[in-house]
């Protein structure tokens, strides 16, 4: 009983989160990579899923949730966030790729993932999104080289 409580009460937090994320890319004054951007609501759908899946990711890592100055934490994280946007990266918040080139590209004692010129993996569950032509592809790997 206290697992299945346990599960419903991660997967809840997930869908909060991705909500207020999915709230957080069509606030008002948001700049996206490019605004002029259109992508099928499938497409959408298959980000928001795979977004969910990068916090749920975050969320049952054995330290926890990253940290302040968890740099390898956080980088891995932001990789997951914008493989996800890899079907359809118009749509992206520009605000997140210029945190990961400001923060991930080695700045934090060497710390870089595939997003700016390091590994291009991602230490989570496979990411998979469906890219607008309907074909499906993953992004990242399970247990990839960036540790958590």
């Known amino acids: 009983m206290f697992s299945r409580r346990f599960v419903l009460l991660q997967w809840s937090l997930a869908l909060l989160l991705t909500a207020s994320f999915v709230l957080a890319q069509s606030a008002p004054g948001e700049t996206l990579l490019d605004p002029q951007a259109t992508c099928p609501q499938e497409t959408r759908d298959s980000i928001t899923t795979c977004l969910g899946q990068v916090e749920v990711d975050e969320s049952q890592r054995p330290g926890g949730p990253c940290n302040d100055g968890d740099w390898p934490c956080i980088c891995n994280k932001q990789y997951g966030l914008i493989a996800c946007y890899a079907p359809c ?13 400001n923060n991930c590209a080695g700045q934090h004692n060497g710390v870089r993932n595939g997003a700016a010129g390091g590994p291009a993996t991602y230490s989570g ?19 990839g080289a960036t540790p958590w």
């Open 89 to 101: 990266p118009g749509i992206q918040p520009a605000e997140d790729v210029t945190y990961n080139n």
């Open 125 to 143: 569950a496979a990411l998979t999104t469906t890219a607008p032509n309907g074909a499906t592809g993953t992004a990242g790997s399970a247990g």
